[in-house]
């Protein structure tokens, strides 16, 4: 296993347009994680799945955003009608479940650009 | 609602100087504190995880101390090299779901 996949690495969109983003989790890892940043912050928490279940979402994630992880394996975001606020680094993550063992483990990102 | 700071927030150093990165939070119910390193348009690599029960972790050159009940953390850099550049992040778990709270991080740059 080589870790935490994402693609693609950049994307540069026309404003209006819809974008999807894919993660790929460490095998035995139940957990994944949506996280988002910009520029000189800190990532910022969107979204998790246990599994296949969709645990909870952040209120930054607009009715435009949404998110899947079919069969708990992958996991797509996808973001409709873009507006050049969702310039960003997307980040995946995932961990395993549980209360002690938590190290989350990042993708390299997905690098958006609103033009 | 759990915040994090990082000071301080820009730290330029001569090679081989130990260095000190401080994280501060304001809810001391954390579960565990991580520490990251993310190199300029990169994703994040995991230094060290603290749980809760633990008072530091040790890995290499890098030492992280945690005081739950003052809300601190700091990660010990010895012996700093030039590829140590990079910013890093704290970010501590404190909710269901293991998700992770950020500080905006401390741009490291070590010179020759």
């Known amino acids: 296993d080589t870790g935490v996949s994402q693609n693609p690495r950049h994307k540069i969109t026309k404003r209006g347009q819809n974008v999807t983003f894919r993660c790929d989790p460490i095998?035995?890892?139940?957990?994944l994680y949506w996280y988002r940043q910009t520029l000189g912050q800190g990532p910022e928490f969107l979204t998790y799945?246990?599994?296949?279940?969709?645990?909870?979402k952040s209120r930054l994630l607009s009715d435009r955003f949404s998110a899947e992880r079919p069969k708990g394996s992958f996991s797509t975001l996808e973001i409709q009608r873009t507006e050049q606020g969702d310039s960003a680094m997307y980040l995946c993550?995932?961990?395993?479940?549980?209360?002690?063992?938590?190290?989350?483990?990042f993708g390299q990102g997905t690098r958006l650009t609103v033009v | 609602k759990q915040e994090v700071t990082q000071i301080p927030a820009a730290l330029s150093v001569p090679e081989g100087e130990n260095l000190v990165l401080n994280c501060s939070f304001t809810?001391?119910?954390?579960?565990?504190l991580q520490w990251f390193r993310q190199d300029p348009g990169k994703g994040l690599t995991s230094l060290l995880l603290?749980?809760?029960?633990?008072r530091e972790q040790t890995s290499g050159r890098l030492n992280a101390s945690l005081d739950k009940s003052s809300g601190r953390s700091t990660l010990y850099i010895a012996a700093s090299q030039p590829g140590d550049s990079a910013t890093y992040l704290c970010?501590?778990?404190?909710?269901?779901?293991?998700?992770?709270?950020f500080g905006t991080g401390t741009q490291l740059k070590v010179e020759l």
């Open positions: 993550a995932s961990s395993p479940t549980g209360l002690v063992d938590t190290e989350a483990f």
């Open positions: 095998s035995e890892h139940n957990r």
């Open positions: 799945f246990q599994n296949e279940a969709q645990l909870e």
């Open positions: 809810d001391s119910a954390i579960y565990n």
């Open positions: 603290i749980q809760s029960s633990q």
């Open positions: 970010a501590v778990i404190t909710g269901g779901g293991n998700k992770l709270t």
